[in-house]
C-alpha cells in the first residue's frame, strides 16, 4: 500500500472523528439550554405540551436588555422569563399586556363600555340678545297734525293690539271726513233714482273717499261712528298693532308732528333673537335647524333652548367670522335686548353613533389609539378614527363596536408597557431572523469548505500494483 493511500485513509477517519464530536458538543449544549429553563440554572420548571411557553428573558434591572436564552446579568441575577400568553404572541395582536388582578387593582384601572347615542359638535359663541325684527312695529303717521292726546306715555309698558296709544289733530283729516260725509250724502240722493249712470258715478266717489280714509289709518269703527252721528271727529286714533311692550315714544302732548316723526316703537319680546359670531373654519358644521342652548348671567343656573334660524350669507372682513342669529323664547321676558350670553351649538347631530368617554383616548400626534379589554387583566391596543365630541363622549367611526370595554383611566400605564412588549418582540424576530440567515449562511460555506478539501478522487489515478508487487 502506497503512502497517499494510507493519508488518504487518515484523513478520512479523522474527518469522521470530528464530525462525530461536534454533533455531541452540540447535543450538549441544546441540553444545557434546556437545563437551564428547566430548572438547573433560572430555577424554571422543564416545559410540557401544553404549558407556558417562554418568548425571551428579560433583564429584571433594565427592560430593554433582553436575551433568548436564559441568563444572569452583571450582579448575578437571573433574567425574568417572558410567556407568550402575557401579550404579543400567538394570535394575539403586538402590544397586547396582561396585568395580574393585584396590579390591575393597584394602578387604579377603570373601565367603560362603548355605547350607542345621539352625539353632536359643540361650538362655543358669545351672543347678544337683539330684537325680533319679525315682531317690531315703527309707527309714523300718514299726514302732519298735533298730539292732542297722549294715552300711553311710558316706556316699557305692555300694551294689547288695538289700543289705543294717541289722539291726533289733522287738517287734511278733518278734509277727507267731510268729503266721505258728502260722497255719503250724495249716494243717499240717488240710490233709488233710474240713472245708472248717476247712481254709478256717486257710488265711485263714495268708495273713492272712504278708501281716502282708510289709507290714513282711521279706524274701522271711527269710520262706522262718522256713517252714524254724520259728525265730523277732530281727533283721529292710533292703535297698536299687535301685542307687545312700548321701547320708545316720539312725542309729546301738544307736539306737532310730520310722517317723518317716530311715535313709538313696539316689540314683542316674548321670542327674541340672539346673533353669534362663528369662524368661518366651523361653517361646514352648521346648518338651518340645529340646536342651541344659551346662559345668561341674569339667570343663573337656567339654560334656554333654542335653534339657529338663519345664517348671514356674507362675511365681516375684520374678525373673518359670519354672523349666525338664534332664536329663543322668552315668556317671562327674562331675556332683554341687550344682554350679552353664553352660547353652545351642538351642530353636526350624529344619531345613533358608537361613542366612548373622551379620557379613554390616547392621542399621539399621529394616531388615536384605546384600549379594549380582550379578558380580565388582558388589554389589547387599538388605533381608532374618531369623530365629533361633546359632553365628555367622543365619536368612534372605526375600531371599537358597541358593547365593546375600554380602558378609562391608568392607559398610560399600560400604553408604556405595550409599546415596549411591542418593540421587544419585533426586536426578537429581527434577532431571530438575522441568525437564521447567518446560519444558512455558515452551513453553506461549510459545504464548499469540505468540496475544496476534498476534491473527487480517481482511484485509477492510484498506482497500487507497484507498491504490492503485483504485475504492472
Keep these: 500500500m502506497s503512502k497517499f493511500f494510507i493519508a488518504v485513509i487518515m484523513l478520512a477517519v479523522g474527518g469522521g472523528s470530528g464530525y462525530w464530536y461536534a454533533s455531541q458538543q452540540s447535543g450538549d449544549v441544546v441540553a444545557t439550554v434546556a437545563g437551564r429553563g428547566a430548572g438547573v440554572d433560572g430555577g424554571e420548571k422543564p416545559s410540557a405540551a401544553g404549558e407556558r411557553k417562554v418568548l425571551f428573558w428579560r433583564n429584571p434591572m ?60 359643540q361650538l362655543n ?102 256713517e252714524k252721528s254724520r259728525k265730523i271727529k277732530k281727533q283721529l286714533h292710533i292703535h297698536s298693532p299687535f301685542a307687545g311692550r312700548i321701547m320708545h315714544i316720539g312725542g309729546r ?44 348671567r341674569a339667570a343663573p343656573g337656567r339654560t334656554f333652548t333654542g335653534k339657529v334660524t338663519f345664517i348671514h350669507p356674507t362675511m365681516q372682513k375684520k374678525s373673518r367670522t359670519v354672523r349666525v342669529r338664534l332664536e329663543f323664547d322668552n315668556p317671562d321676558l327674562v331675556l332683554k335686548p341687550g344682554m350679552f350670553a353664553n352660547v353652545v351649538l351642538h351642530a353636526d347631530e350624529q344619531p345613533n353613533a358608537v361613542v366612548v368617554p373622551s379620557e379613554a383616548i390616547i392621542r399621539s400626534g399621529t394616531h388615536e389609539q384605546i384600549f379594549v379589554v380582550r379578558e380580565p387583566g388582558k388589554f389589547e391596543p387599538r388605533q381608532v378614527t374618531l369623530g365629533v365630541s361633546a359632553g365628555g363622549f367622543t365619536q368612534i367611526l372605526d375600531g371599537v363596536e358597541a358593547g365593546e370595554e375600554v380602558v378609562t ?53 492510484m498506482d497500487i500494483g507497484d507498491e504490492s508487487g503485483g504485475n504492472p
Excluded: C
Design 62 to 121: 433594565n427592560p430593554a436588555v433582553t436575551s433568548p436564552v436564559p441568563t444572569k446579568d452583571n450582579m448575578g441575577m437571573d433574567y425574568l422569563p417572558v410567556y407568550a400568553d402575557d401579550g404579543g404572541g400567538g394570535d394575539e395582536p403586538a402590544g397586547t399586556v396582561k396585568i395580574d388582578p393585584v396590579t390591575v387593582q393597584n394602578i387604579g384601572v377603570r373601565t367603560a363600555k362603548a355605547q350607542r347615542r345621539s352625539l353632536a359638535r
Design 125 to 226: 359663541a358669545l351672543g347678544r340678545v337683539d330684537f325680533n325684527e319679525e315682531r317690531l312695529a315703527r309707527l309714523h303717521p300718514k299726514t302732519s297734525g298735533w298730539i292732542e292726546r297722549l294715552m300711553v306715555d311710558e316706556t316699557g309698558v305692555r300694551v294689547s293690539k288695538g289700543t289705543i296709544l294717541l289722539a291726533l289733530y289733522s287738517p287734511d283729516l278733518v278734509a277727507a271726513q267731510r268729503e266721505y260725509l258728502v260722497a255719503l250724502d250724495n249716494w243717499e240722493s240717488v240710490r233709488n233714482s233710474t240713472a245708472g249712470r248717476m247712481k254709478k258715478s256717486a257710488k265711485s266717489l263714495l268708495r273713492s273717499s272712504r278708501e281716502r280714509l282708510e289709507l290714513f289709518d282711521v279706524p274701522v269703527h271711527q269710520i262706522k261712528e262718522l
Design 253 to 296: 302732548k301738544g307736539q306737532y308732528i310730520t310722517a317723518k316723526n317716530e311715535l313709538y316703537l313696539i316689540a314683542d319680546l316674548s321670542r327674541i333673537w340672539v346673533n353669534v359670531d362663528i369662524y368661518e373654519d366651523d361653517l361646514p358644521w352648521m346648518k338651518i335647524g340645529d340646536q342651541a342652548e344659551m346662559t345668561v
Design 409 to 461: 383611566s391608568s392607559q398610560f400605564l399600560i400604553d408604556s408597557e405595550s409599546k415596549l412588549r411591542e418593540a421587544t418582540a419585533k426586536m426578537m424576530a429581527a434577532m431571530a431572523a438575522d441568525a437564521s440567515s447567518e446560519g444558512a449562511a455558515d452551513m453553506e460555506m461549510d459545504d464548499m469548505s469540505m468540496d475544496d478539501d476534498m476534491p473527487d478522487m480517481n482511484m485509477d489515478d
